[in-house]
């Protein structure tokens, strides 16, 4: 216990501890209980009266900005984890399910989709405002390593959470994404196939990235986000360009309540656009995976396009250098800086080298970027096979929620000819016979689908396929069908629920 430091003897004493006591000490005696028996007093004057430099600023937001989203992430994540089940099988139709039938569901998932994009957005001005600031100066090395830690970590949910849902776009952006290591040579390939669990994409593959997106990323994030503030509360808070990042001079300010204030605005801003976003527009679904789909243009999320970009660069032989040496030399420079732009300076101008080389790095991400969007606008073929899958997911979005037919439960209810089984109009059915016939599909399939030798008994299609798998096959046959002469039709899903109708009964 320290002495009381006599100040002016006489007149006042004050000890240490008065001098750390909370502005705000409340008499309630329930307070004094709890502060009793769990030091809360001290927690908050810890939590909250933490000394800044030169006074609050909006300049240093952004850190609790990425708390914010992070917490909600996990509260909404949770929410979506309630309903989804990791499996090629059924991850698609729980996802279909928490968008068209859950209660707000489509509103919580959407807040995590934005969410997603948020954290990447708050994270790079949290780089910046850093760099720019030299707030990585003085004895902050360490504080730097485990916000780069961090920032990959953001990099690992995103990448892990776009295959979830299991949608065309996500399967064939992973598909790319899981395929670039296994350019590079000896562990390439080995690389590829961990990321898999194997050399497809399936049940294996959302498994890894189901576990790695909601427990092993996430339980390391909140490891590396203790240890950052830790650091940071350690090195203090480095203040304006002006100060020491040494020797602190500037008079401080409290970080409550005026900092506090001004971290709750940009809280507040973000629940005002993310909730406005997810609720005027939802995160869109695609239809279900189908890895026989060869038409298919795979595209990332924005913040992986200037990558994906990239990497268009790159072949033959260079491309050991294009996706290998030159991401590695970006990163460790990135890694480095706090032991590569040494001297105290702070302020940016006077900084030219190093400020240089992060601008010249961050404009050629930028423009990698808008490269991306502009290739794509710009090739008539790509433009209108994007639409077109824009189209398809605005569509799905459209279709009311279909449940899985279980096989079994299928055939129980056709063998006991019961008519348990939502009994298709007979409308519909005459629909799909006439559509059987007018497009002389028997002369293939047989009467009623029943099968030929050229062609596969179609009765009871509905077994096999549900209407948008069975349009998504007449849109991209299989070359099997084309090999066996089959025509490409252009049907609508009514036309193709009403085959299905038909072909059902038949069974
Ligand atoms: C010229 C012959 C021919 C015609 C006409 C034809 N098909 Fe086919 N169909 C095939 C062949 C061949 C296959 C591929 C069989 C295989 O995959 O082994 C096939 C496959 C299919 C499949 C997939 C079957 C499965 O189990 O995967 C469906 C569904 C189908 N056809 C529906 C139709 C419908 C509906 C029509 C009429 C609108 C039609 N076909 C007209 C020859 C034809």
């Known amino acids: 216990m320290a002495e009381p430091i006599e100040r002016h003897p006489g007149k006042q004493v004050e000890t240490v501890e008065a001098a750390a006591a909370p502005a705000v000490k409340s008499a309630s005696p329930l307070w004094k209980w709890l502060d009793d028996r769990t030091g ?14 030169g006074g609050a600023r909006y300049a240093y937001i952004f850190g609790s900005g990425l708390l914010f989203v992070f917490l909600s992430q996990i509260i909404t994540g949770t929410f979506l984890a309630l309903y989804y089940v990791p499996s090629a099988d059924h ?45 990585f100066k003085g004895r902050r090395e360490v504080l730097w390593l485990s916000g780069c830690v961090l920032f990959a970590l953001v990099l690992g949910m995103a990448f892990t959470g776009y295959l979830l849902p299991w949608d065309m776009k996500a399967y064939f952006a992973t598909a790319v994404g899981t395929n670039v290591p296994s350019e590079l040579p000896v562990f390439g390939n080995a690389i590829k196939e961990v990321m898999r669990g194997g050399p497809e994409l ?27 503030l830790m650091l940071m509360r350690k090195a203090r808070p480095a203040g304006p360009v002006s100060e020491d990042p040494f020797n602190p001079k ?42 026989a789909d060869t038409q298919f243009l795979p595209r990332p999320e924005w913040y992986y396009r200037s990558l994906f970009q990239w990497l268009k660069y790159w072949h033959g032989g260079a491309v050991v250098i294009g996706i290998g040496v030159i991401p590695a030399i970006v990163a460790l420079l990135f890694v480095l800086i706090p032991f590569l732009d040494r001297k105290s300076e702070r302020r940016p101008w006077r900084r030219p080298l190093s400020v240089g080389i992060f601008g010249c790095i961050l404009i050629g991400i930028v423009v990698l970027e808008i490269q991306s969007y502009h290739d ?8 209108q096979q994007l639409a077109l899958q824009e189209k398809q997911a605005e569509d799905y979005m459209k279709e009311p929620f279909k449940a899985e037919v279980v096989g079994a439960q299928a055939a129980a209810a056709a063998s006991n000819n019961a008519p348990a089984a939502p009994a298709a109009d007979s409308a519909e059915i005459t629909k799909g016979q006439q559509v059987f016939t007018s497009h002389a599909c028997n002369a293939c399939h047989g009467d009623a689908g ?20 069975l349009l998504n096959l007449f849109n991209h046959p299989t070359a099997k069908m084309d090999k066996g002469g089959m025509p490409h039709f252009q049907f609508t899903t009514d036309d193709v629920k009403a085959i299905e109708a038909y072909l059902d009964a038949q069974h």
């Open 40 to 53: 809360i007093d001290e927690m908050m004057h810890v939590a909250l009266d933490e000394p800044i430099p």
């Open 202 to 228: 399936g049940t294996l593959t959302i498994s890894r990235f189901f576990v790695a997106h909601v427990f092993f990323i996430p339980g390391l994030m909140i490891l590396f986000v203790g240890a950052h």
């Open 250 to 291: 500037l008079p401080t300010e409290p970080f409550y309540p005026r900092q506090v204030v001004k971290d709750l605005t940009l809280a507040l801003l973000l629940i005002l656009i993310l909730g406005g976003l997810a609720f005027f527009y939802p995160a869109a679904l695609g239809p279900e995976a189908n890895p």
């Open 376 to 383: 794509d606008a710009h090739d008539p073929a790509i433009a």
């Open 450 to 469: 029943a099968g030929t030798p050229i062609a596969p008994k179609i009765a009871g299609i509905g077994q096999k396929y549900n209407p948008d798998q």
């Open 91 to 135: 991850a698609h139709t729980t996802v279909a399910y928490i968008t068209k039938e859950v209660a707000a569901g489509s509103f919580l998932r959407s807040l995590h989709v934005y969410g997603a994009s948020a954290m990447v957005i708050i994270a790079l001005l949290h780089i910046c405002q850093t760099f720019l600031y030299g707030s």
